[in-house]
């Protein structure tokens, strides 16, 4: 399959992500430190982590399989559309049981990019339902969600220890 390092690269820095994020965790609610904002953030950073681990994996592992590379892809592509989809309402319902001050310090950019992800998802599934997305783009959409990931751990850092 091509661009199967990358694959498996984005996979490992989703897997790294995914760590981090359960180590950050357990240490923040083990002090009690946990403010719903920043649970937020976390609950993103992991979600989106996962994903990238299953759908960077998933084509592998089917072609693997012996199913041709273009259904493997859009299999996988309709898999991460669904996920995007259901994560990003998991991110709104949580976004809607904070309090205004606390919607606030979430900002405008954590909410592009949780909405981001559910159309980075559905613009890849799409893309490769009417067949004119290959391995480069889906690989390439993969990359955005890892950057969903990275903002947003960027972002909870320095809150976090700034």
Partial sequence: MPHESLLIGLSQIGAVFAGFM???IALAQRDGRLDPVSA???????????????ISLLPL???AAEFDV?????MSAGI?????LALSFEGARHQSQLTSEQKKSTGL?????TWGLTGIAF????????????TAFYTATIFLIVLVSAL?????SLERWL
């Fill in 70 to 74: 273009t259904l493997a892809l859009r």
């Fill in 40 to 54: 937020l953030r976390a609950r993103s950073i992991l979600h989106t982590s996962v994903m990238t681990i299953v």
């Fill in 61 to 63: 592992v089917l072609t």
């Fill in 123 to 134: 613009l890849n599934a799409i893309g490769i339902a009417a067949g004119i997305i290959d």
């Fill in 152 to 156: 947003n751990f960027v972002k909870i």
């Fill in 109 to 113: 950019m954590f909410n592009l990019i």
């Fill in 22 to 24: 359960a180590l950050f």
């Fill in 80 to 84: 991460g559309a669904v996920t995007g």
